[in-house]
C-alpha cells in the first residue's frame, strides 16, 4: 500500500469516527429525562474510554502477557524472565544503575533548583541567573550528552609523543586536571562512577524545569504569612524550612515526581554514550533486548518491571493532590 | 506487495499447473524460473547486453533498490546502473538509508518491500527469507555466481538449499596498516608469519615506540573490532571448518580453542608494552574511536593497527590530513596495508571480509535482468571505472584487477583472488543479533577493560538465544 492509500484509509477511519460519535451524541440527545443525562453522560465518555482502552490498558496487558513467555512469544515460561532479571550480574548492575538514577536525579535536581530559585529572588539579575539555569531546557538530551561527551573526553597525559609532547586534552575536565599536574582520568568507561557522571547531565537540564517551578510557587506566597513570620522574628534558615517550604509543598511534589518519572524512562543519554561499562538503565536494556536482541519476553518483562516502578510515583502524587482538594 | 500478492492469486492456478509439468523434471528446485518481457531489448547486438537481451524490451519499467550505501558511495553505484539502462531500457530507482536495516524490516513487514535490497549481512538474508517475501534468484544470476565467486560466497546467499542472493561487493578484514616510511627507516620487514609479527613488535617496543595501536569505541557497536580480531585469530588457528561451527553455534561459543585464540589477541591486545601507541594504557583502547585509531601511525607514534580495507576512507580525516595534504594510501605512501599473517603453515590463506549480497522481493522481469546484471563481470568491472577514487572492490573473479584505481583497492583484489585464499564472512554478522550485535560485543569490551578470557567467553554462550 502506498502512502497516499494509507493517508486516505486513515482519513475513512477519522470521518467514521466522527459520523458515529454524532449519530450516538445526536441520539442521547433525544433523551431529555434522567435516565438520558446519564446515556448522554456515557456517551461522551466513551471515545476517551475507547481510547484509553486501546491504546493504554490493552497494550499494558499485552506487555505483561508476553513477558510470561520466552524470547518468541511461543513458549510459556512463568515468571522465568523476571528471575533472570534478579539474577543475572549484567541485569543487575541494571537494576542497580537505575536505583541510583532515580534517587539522585529528583532530589539533587529540585534541591539544586529550590535553592537557586530561593537565592536569586528579588535580587536585581534575577531574569538572567534564572535564563542561564532554564537554557539546558532547551537542548535535547542527545544534544546534551553529546556537548557532556566533550567535557568528559579523556587523553592519557602519561603519554610522551614521538616528538616530545603530551598529547592535546581536548575534555574540559581532564584539561583542568592536567592543568593542575594530576593524571587524567577516564570519565565514561571507569564503573560505578560513570553513572554518576552521566546523571549530572540530566541534574543539569532538569535543574532549571526544577527552579522555573519553585520559583513561581515562592512568588505566590501570600505577603501577609511571610509578614506575620517577620513579626513573629522568624528569618533566614527558619523562614525557609517553616515558612517557604511548607507554602510551596504541592509544587514540590510535583516537580518531584514529574522528574522521577522523566528519570525512569531515561535512556537517550544512556545511548548516545553507548550504554556500556555498566551504564546501562532499565528503559535502555528494554530497548536493546527487543530491538537488538530479539528477546521478546526479557524485554516485556523489562518494561513490566518500569511500569510497576512508577506506580507508587503515580498513586503518591494522585493522593497528594486529594488532600490538597480536600483543604 | 499489491504487486506480488494479487499476481500470486491470479497466476496461482497456472502456476500449480505449471509446477506439477516441472516438478517432474528434477527434485530440488535450487533457483527461481526466468521472467521475460516480449518485444526486441534495446541491447540487441551489443556484445557487453549479452546477458541482458533475453529479457526482452523492459523500457519504461522501474526497478527500485533500497540500500545503507550512501553518498558519496551511492553516486558509483548509480554511475555504474548506466549501461543497464542502455541494454535493456529499465530505469533504476536507488535509495540509500543510514537506517537501512530496521527499515527494511519495518517495510517488508508492511508489505512495502522493494524490488532489491543490498543486505550487508548473510543473517539478516536469512531473516528476511524468513518472512517469505522474497524470491530466489533467477538462473542466470546463479550461473553467473558459480562462474565468478568462489563457493563459499554463494552458500553465503542460500538459505536452506535455495539460492536467494548473489554477492555485490566486497571488503577484506585481515589487514593491518602500517607506515612504510616509518618501516623503511627502521629496517623493519613485513611479517609473514604471526610470530615474525609478535618479534617484530617486541624489536619496536624496545626502541622506544609503542608497536600496536587500537580503538574499539564505535557508540552502541563499541567492541566490534575485537570480534574481528578474535575471527581471523580462529580462522588462522583453528581454520575455515570450525570457523563454520562455531558461527552456526555447532561448537560452544566457549571452546578452549576459542579461548586459546582471545588469549593469542590478547598477547598484543592486553600487553602493556604493545599498546595503545598515541593513546595510553591498554584501558584507552576501549575509549578510543575506531575511526580515530589509526592516526598516530602517521605521526610515528604507533606501527601498526589491525583494521579493515574500508579504513582506506578514514584517512582523509586525519588530523594531519589539513591543507590538502591527505595521507598518500600505497604501497610507497604515507599508510599502506599488509596481509594479517597466518599462524601455521599449511599453505592457506584465510580471509576474513564482508560484504552485501543482492535479495529481490519481486521477480518482475526488470528486477531479473538487474540482478542478472549485478552479478555478471560486466558489471563488476563497470563499477571499477566509475569509481574513479576506489573504496570499491569485488570477489568477482572476472573483475579485472588492471581497472581497479587505488593501491589498496588492488590489494583487496589480490586478496580475494588469491587461489590460496580462503574466505569467510564476519563471524558477528552470521550469529544471533543477541549475541553478533549484542552480547559478543560487549563482552569483548569489557575483555579489553580487564574481563578475564573465560568469564567473556562463558558470559556470551550463556546468552545464545536457546530454540
Known amino acids: 500500500m502506498s502512502t497516499p492509500e494509507k493517508f486516505l484509509q486513515m482519513g475513512i477511519a477519522i470521518a467514521l469516527f466522527i459520523a458515529l460519535m454524532s449519530a450516538i451524541l445526536l441520539l442521547s440527545s433525544r433523551f431529555k429525562n434522567r435516565s438520558g443525562e446519564r446515556l448522554q453522560a456515557a456517551a461522551f465518555l466513551l471515545p476517551a474510554v475507547l481510547l484509553v482502552a486501546f491504546g493504554l490498558l490493552y497494550p499494558a496487558l499485552k506487555t505483561i502477557y508476553q513477558s510470561l513467555f520466552d524470547s518468541f512469544g511461543t513458549n510459556f515460561v512463568g515468571t522465568e524472565n523476571y528471575q533472570t532479571i534478579i539474577t543475572n550480574p549484567d541485569l543487575l548492575v541494571v537494576l542497580r544503575n537505575t536505583l541510583f538514577w532515580v534517587l539522585l536525579t529528583p532530589l539533587l535536581a529540585t534541591f539544586i533548583g529550590l535553592i537557586y530559585a530561593v537565592l536569586v529572588d528579588g535580587s536585581r539579575f534575577e531574569k538572567q541567573a534564572k535564563a542561564l539555569v532554564f537554557l539546558p531546557m532547551a537542548i535535547s538530551l542527545v544534544g546534551a550528552t553529546i556537548i557532556w561527551k566533550f567535557v568528559y573526553a579523556y587523553r592519557d597525559n602519561d603519554v610522551t609523543l614521538a616528538d616530545g609532547s603530551n598529547p592535546a586534552q581536548i575534555g574540559l575536565l581532564n584539561a583542568m586536571l592536567d592543568g593542575v599536574g594530576l593524571p587524567t582520568f577516564q570519565f565514561l568507561t571507569s564503573p560505578p562512577w560513570n553513572t554518576f557522571f552521566l546523571i549530572v547531565i540530566l541534574i543539569w537540564i532538569q535543574a532549571g524545569f526544577a527552579m522555573v517551578i519553585l520559583s513561581a510557587s515562592i512568588k505566590a506566597i501570600p505577603e501577609d504569612i511571610i509578614e506575620a513570620a517577620r513579626l513573629d522574628g522568624v528569618s533566614g534558615v527558619k523562614m525557609f524550612r517553616h515558612i517557604t517550604v511548607p507554602s510551596i509543598r504541592p509544587a514540590l511534589i510535583v516537580v518531584l515526581t514529574t522528574i522521577s518519572i522523566a528519570t525512569l524512562k531515561v535512556f537517550d543519554i544512556v545511548q548516545t554514550v553507548g550504554g556500556q561499562f555498566d551504564t546501562s538503565v532499565l528503559a535502555y536494556e528494554f530497548y536493546r533486548q527487543f530491538f537488538v536482541a530479539n528477546n521478546q519476553g526479557l524485554a516485556t518483562a523489562l518494561a513490566t518491571v518500569i511500569f510497576v516502578l512508577v506506580i507508587p510515583i503515580i498513586f503518591y502524587n494522585v493522593r497528594q493532590f486529594r488532600r490538597l482538594e480536600a483543604r | 506487495m499489491r504487486s506480488a500478492r494479487s499476481r500470486r492469486g491470479l497466476t496461482g492456478i497456472a502456476a500449480l499447473a505449471v509446477s506439477a509439468i516441472a516438478l517432474t523434471g528434477c527434485a530440488s528446485e535450487e533457483t527461481g524460473g526466468t521472467q521475460t518481457a516480449s518485444g526486441t531489448s534495446p541491447g540487441e547486438g551489443r556484445a557487453e547486453c549479452s546477458q541482458l537481451t533475453q529479457f526482452g524490451d523492459l523500457t519504461g519499467t522501474e526497478v527500485r533498490v533500497f540500500t545503507s550505501i550512501v553518498q558519496p558511495e551511492s553516486d558509483a553505484q548509480q554511475a555504474s546502473y548506466e549501461l543497464f539502462t542502455e541494454c535493456t531500457g529499465a530505469e533504476v530507482a536507488y535509495e540509500g538509508s543510514q537506517e537501512f536495516e530496521t527499515q527494511l524490516s519495518v517495510r517488508v513487514r508492511g508489505g512495502n518491500a522493494p524490488d532489491i535490497a543490498y543486505v550487508p549481512q548473510p543473517g539478516l538474508v536469512n531473516t528476511m527469507v524468513a518472512t517469505g517475501q522474497t524470491v530466489p534468484a533467477p538462473q542466470p544470476v546463479s550461473d553467473n555466481v558459480d562462474e565468478f565467486f568462489p563457493e563459499i560466497w554463494r552458500e553465503y546467499g542460500t538459505v536452506d538449499g535455495t539460492f536467494y542472493a548473489a554477492p555485490l561487493g566486497a571488503n577484506v578484514k585481515s589487514f593491518v596498516w602500517y607506515s612504510p616510511s616509518f618501516f623503511e627507516e627502521n629496517g623493519y620487514e613485513i611479517p609473514e608469519t604471526w610470530d615474525e609479527m609478535t618479534a617484530l613488535s617486541e624489536e619496536i617496543a624496545q626502541s622506544g615506540t609503542k608497536p600496536w595501536c587500537a580503538g574499539i569505541e564505535s557508540g552502541t557497536a563499541t567492541g566490534w573490532t575485537v570480534t574481528d580480531w578474535l575471527e581471523d585469530a580462529i580462522l588462522r588457528d583453528q581454520g575455515a571448518d570450525f570457523y563454520d561451527q562455531w558461527v552456526n553455534h555447532e561448537v560452544p561459543f566457549d571452546d578452549q580453542a576459542v579461548a586459546d585464540s582471545l588469549d593469542r589477541v590478547g598477547g598484543i591486545l592486553k600487553n602493556g608494552d604493545f599498546v595503545n601507541g598515541g593513546f595510553g594504557d591498554v584501558r584507552s583502547i576501549a575509549s578510543t574511536s575506531f575511526q580515530d585509531a589509526g592516526y598516530p601511525i602517521l605521526s610515528d607514534n604507533c606501527a601498526m593497527m589491525r583494521q579493515a580495507s574500508f579504513y582506506a576512507a578514514q584517512w582523509a580525516s586525519a588530523p594531519s590530513a589539513e ?145
Do not use: H
Not at chain 2, 566509475?386 to 589498496?408: E, H, Q, R
Open chain 2, 323 to 467: 591543507g590538502g595534504n591527505a595521507p598518500v594510501v600505497a604501497e610507497d605512501g604515507d599508510v599502506f596495508a599488509f596481509y594479517l599473517p597466518v599462524t601455521q603453515d599449511n599453505g592457506e590463506r584465510p580471509v576474513l571480509g564482508g560484504g552485501e549480497f543482492v535479495l529481490a522481493f519481486d521477480d518482475r522481469p526488470e528486477v531479473q535482468a538487474f540482478q542478472t546484471y549485478l552479478s555478471s563481470d560486466i558489471w563488476a568491472n563497470e563499477k571499477a571505472e566509475a569509481t574513479p577514487d576506489g573504496g570499491w572492490v569485488s570477489a568477482n573473479t572476472g573483475l579485472d584487477i588492471n581497472l581497479l584505481n587505488s593501491p589498496i583497492d588492488v590489494l583487496s583484489a589480490e586478496t580475494l583472488q588469491d587461489p590460496n585464499a580462503v574466505f569467510r564472512f564476519d563471524g558477528s554478522d552470521q550469529m544471533p543479533s543477541a549475541v553478533g550485535a549484542g552480547s559478543f560485543w560487549t563482552q569483548m569490551t569489557d575483555w579489553i577493560t580487564g574481563k578475564s578470557t573465560g568469564d567473556a567467553l562463558t558470559q556470551i554462550e550463556e546468552s545464545w538465544p536457546t530454540s
